[in-house]
């Protein structure tokens, strides 16, 4: 058996729910399209593609560097460039998440890497970590690109319970499950969840590594997307920083959401040496290195990184906040985020069906589309999650937030919205208030009277109907 091709019966799956949600959203797309039709044009806010650019300045730096005749070779040729980038990376963690005085502890040799996006990284980490027949340890829910890279290379998938705050419940990981395990894996602020790990868990969470002598880890994609300011001027959830850590822990960090630069690609793993120098390895056989002048700009921008973080994080604490308020107004309370731009809500109280069933039904009736929580794993079953990087206009019937005519209370700006006279109308003003004319939430109306037989509903019907989605059901997943 090829274990980058044939993955072990025992993991084989069917798809996961990225698969799940492209297919709908193209059915949707192909209604949507079609004459006559009547309903609401796809709101996609099932995949966090950051929707917020990078500001103009950035913009005209990398102008700059393309404009220049020596940044157009192979990136691994440029030493000179690279180990900047590294410096730059490596004064950037230092400053941001240790206190003021303390002793270097990064070196950007031995500690740091650049990425083509944290997403390279995910893989090229468990492939350092990882032979086929190992185990790989992972809270459920969670990101399901773990957990298809994981059955790429011909490991063994092992989920464990989060407990009702989110947080790992490492305790309940059976000694089964630690035959074999090399790495546990986590997302701090998580992907699917908002949930950061607390102090107290983080620290639990490397003992329980070293008693076990397990690599770890942490996706901090998100790190700056954070709606609580820094205690001490010092950003809480790096784990290299504990006594051990760098020998056996790896952080994964990007620019893509902290900077607004998704398609730019750029990101840094940190952490164990020997877990850089595999990755480095491999990155040399695999690519010759990121742009030239993205590398130039991403070392001036990590020098800025925590106010460009800020602004961004600002557009999204908004978005999260007004959508919650609206579907409070409504009945429907959701816990807000740690950060990141995700929300992971309950179904809504009255709702009759499962998570599959809620996404099916919002998109039916309004447009509107979020990821099924049991696409993250068995644990995510009940919830939906939601993403908060598409500012776009919605009609009546999108959320809980949005009023007749006015834009969608959880994609605005932060900034009030105004009229075309400047002024800041009355109706921004209350967008999220309750009004006695507004009817039920479509959740709270009967099944036959949701507009079930339409030409949309039949074509999500089939697909959930399919064998494939079926299994998504019970709890078994993979990539497509």
Not at 205 to 227: C, G, N, S
Not at 229 to 258: F, I, N, T
């Amino acid at each position: 058996m090829n274990p980058m091709t044939d993955p072990a019966p025992a993991q084989s799956a069917p798809r996961d729910a990225f698969a799940l949600l492209k297919t709908l959203a193209e059915r949707h797309r192909a209604r949507q399209d079609a004459p006559g039709f009547a309903g609401a044009p796809l709101l996609d806010l099932s995949i966090g593609n950051p929707d917020l650019a990078p500001e103009p300045r950035w913009r005209e730096r990398l102008q700059h560097y393309v404009g220049r005749d020596d940044l157009h070779g192979y990136g691994e040729f440029r030493a000179d460039l690279n180990q900047r980038l590294r410096e730059r990376f490596a004064a950037y963690y230092q400053r941001r998440f240790l206190p003021a005085g303390a002793p270097t502890l990064l070196d950007p040799q031995r500690h740091v890497v650049d990425l083509l996006g944290s997403k390279e990284g995910i893989f090229h980490s468990l492939f350092a970590c990882l032979k086929p027949g190992d185990a790989v340890l992972m809270p459920d829910p969670s990101y399901t690109v773990y957990q298809s890279t994981a059955r790429l290379l011909g490991a063994r998938v092992e989920l464990f319970a989060c407990d009702e705050r989110g947080q790992p419940r490492l305790e309940s990981i059976r000694a089964e499950q630690l035959r074999g395990a090399r790495v546990l894996v986590i997302c701090s602020p998580s992907n699917p969840t908002g949930i950061a790990l607390s102090p107290a868990k983080l620290d639990e969470v490397l003992d329980f590594a070293r008693r076990h002598d397990l690599y770890v880890l942490i996706d901090r994609a998100y790190a700056e997307i954070a709606f609580e300011p820094p205690r001490g001027g010092v950003l809480g959830g790096a784990a290299l920083p504990a006594p051990g850590a760098l020998e056996r822990v790896l952080e994964l960090h990007s620019l893509s959401k902290s900077c607004g630069l998704a398609g730019w690609r750029i990101g840094f793993a940190a952490g164990a040496p020997a877990l850089v120098a595999k990755i480095r390895a491999a990155k040399f056989n695999a690519d010759f290195g990121t742009f030239l002048p993205l590398q130039c700009v991403a070392a001036e921008m990590l020098d800025e990184l925590e106010t460009i973080a800020a602004r961004n994080s600002a557009v999204y604490a908004a978005r999260m906040r007004r959508f919650v308020d609206g579907a409070a107004a409504l009945g429907w309370r959701i816990a807000p985020s740690h950060g990141t731009f995700f929300l992971w809500a309950p179904l809504p109280p009255g709702f009759d069906g499962d998570d599959l069933d809620f996404v099916e039904a919002l998109l039916d009736a309004t447009g509107v589309l979020v990821a099924p929580g049991s696409g993250f794993g068995p644990g995510g079953a009940g919830r939906c999650g939601s993403r908060w990087c598409r500012p776009r206009p919605c009609s009546t019937k999108r959320c809980g937030g949005c009023a007749r005519g006015r834009r969608c209370a959880a994609t605005r700006r932060p900034e009030r919205a105004r009229g075309r006279s400047g002024r800041t109308t009355r109706a921004a003003a209350s967008h999220v208030k309750p009004t006695p004319s507004r009817p039920h939430p479509f959740w709270m109306r009967p099944l036959a009277t949701r507009g079930r037989e339409s030409a949309t509903h039949r074509s999500c019907s089939a697909v959930l109907a399919s064998a494939s989605h079926r299994r998504i059901r019970t709890g078994s997943y993979e990539s497509a």
